[in-house]
């Protein structure tokens, strides 16, 4: 028999601007009671959406419950900066690169395939391009040394042939309304989601299908013999397999431990606005240095938001306070008035913290880690695109569909062992903020 008691919960900081501007199309439902099914689910963010998503399609005579901690949307997976990216990057290396050319175009192909899963759930369950939108992504260069790591970048994909086109300042200008940009690298691929719109909506599309409980997280998870139990706070769902889509939460799930690293980063969105010079109605821009700062445009029924998404923490307690919350905002305030003095009279009316998963070797939390008990969790900072590719990975491979891309996700190797703490705090935050420091302006 094993037993797992767990005894952190998920913990979010501030509301998230993309939850609080979304609306959800269907209630609220609580376990309460005991439940059998075939197929337990826990997580309702990217993996565990997908997972169950891809269950439906394989099994589709099969009863399928997914438990969710909070409510959705309101966790990690409706916090993110919404960019659903095709082509790889590591976000700790301290720039954009791609790999030996064999790795780099199977990374893309796994990633190709995440947003084509999500494609298709999005035209099934009726997303609107605000939601789901196929615009692709600029790399936004604000100094020479920025527009030094562009072209780097530029001719890494040109050696793999991979499509993107440079863009001068005046472009910039043009796209953004802002002088700030020296240049920027547009690539094709990407797909910009409003996060939490896309929670909902692919949740909603699911629930005819799958039982969903909100509000419902799970206290304990026994198994005996060949079924597993999920005790909750008033109620229970036993099921002989489990998909665990809970990214680094999987430690408190019992596996493993000691190995993952709990990553914060930071988000603003200021009020709607009208009538101010930025640029076109909507873009989206990543930082040159992958630890400068993110900023997307969106607007709707005619007035515009901007959203800004700078720094990084590493926090094993897995939550961070309200004054912290506070001092990066003023920072991210001096940010957002540099490149758009026009919005320094527009107030931040969000502002939040979500959680990144990321591993030493930079790879996932995945596998069977006990019988009939699957991970799909640690997303490296993608987590939109690869905790989609992992929770239908995991699926697949708890129902013995195999693939040439279950043979290649399946075969990597464990997540590598921390340092003890607070030697892995002290260390990471310091390689962070050293970073952070030399990303200048483009942070």
């Known amino acids: 028999m094993s037993d797992i008691v767990v005894k952190r919960l998920p913990a979010e900081s501030g509301t998230s601007g993309w939850e609080a501007i979304s609306r959800r199309s269907f209630p609220v439902r609580t376990l309460d009671g005991d439940v059998s099914a075939d197929w337990l689910v826990i997580g309702a963010g990217f993996a565990g959406l997908s997972a169950a998503r891809r269950l439906c399609q394989l099994r589709p005579d099969d009863k399928i419950v997914l438990l969710e901690a909070g409510e959705i949307a309101k966790g ?38 995440a947003i084509s899963f999500a494609a298709d759930a999005a035209a099934e369950y009726g997303m609107s391009v605000r939601t789901f939108d196929p615009a692709g992504k ?21 050696g793999i042939g991979e499509e993107h086109r440079f863009l001068d300042a005046d472009e910039m200008r043009e796209i953004t309304g802002s002088t700030y940009y020296l240049g920027g690298l547009f690539t094709p691929g990407a797909v910009m989601i409003q996060p939490a719109d896309y929670i909902r909506g692919f949740a909603a599309g699911l629930s005819p299908k799958v039982d969903i409980f ?36 999987i430690e408190d799930f019992g596996h493993f431990r000691g190995r993952l690293m709990h990553i914060f980063t930071y988000a603003s969105m200021t009020a709607p606005f009208t009538g101010r010079s930025t640029g076109k109605d909507r873009w989206a821009l990543l930082p040159a240095d992958p630890m400068g700062a993110t900023v997307r445009k969106i607007t709707s029924d005619g007035s515009s938001r901007v ?45 939040w913290a979500g959680r990144l998963c990321l591993s030493r070797n930079h790879v996932p939390a995945f596998g069977e880690v006990d019988k009939g008990l699957y991970s799909a969790c640690c997303e490296n900072g993608l987590g939109t695109v690869k905790s989609t590719l992992a929770g239908v990975m995991a699926a697949d491979l708890a129902t013995g569909t195999h693939s040439h891309m279950l043979d290649e996700f399946s075969d990597q190797p464990v ?25 200048g302006r483009e942070g």
């Open 76 to 113: 990690t997976a409706g916090r993110n900066s919404g960019y659903m990216i095709d082509v790889p990057h590591n976000l700790s290396s301290g720039e954009y690169s791609v790999a030996s050319e064999t790795v780099t175009m199977a990374e893309i192909a796994q990633s190709r395939f």
């Open 138 to 158: 600029i790399n936004a260069a604000a100094t020479e040394r920025g527009i030094k790591l562009n072209a780097n970048y530029g001719r890494s994909l040109a």
């Open 214 to 249: 909100e509000h419902s997280p799970v206290l304990k998870l026994e198994r005996h013999g060949g079924t597993w139990k999920a005790v909750l706070r008033r109620g229970a769902v036993t099921a002989p397999k489990v998909i665990l889509g809970v990214n680094g939460h």
């Open 307 to 351: 959203v800004i998404r700078t720094r990084f923490t590493y926090d094993w307690t897995v939550q961070v306070g309200e004054k912290r919350l506070a001092g990066i905002a003023a920072e991210q305030r001096t940010s957002l008035d540099a490149r758009f003095p026009d919005l320094k009279d527009v107030q931040f009316e969000h502002v």
């Open 415 to 439: 997540p590598a062992r921390l340092p003890p703490e607070p030697l892995a705090w002290l260390g990471v935050n310091t390689v962070i903020r050293l970073q952070e420091l030399r990303a």
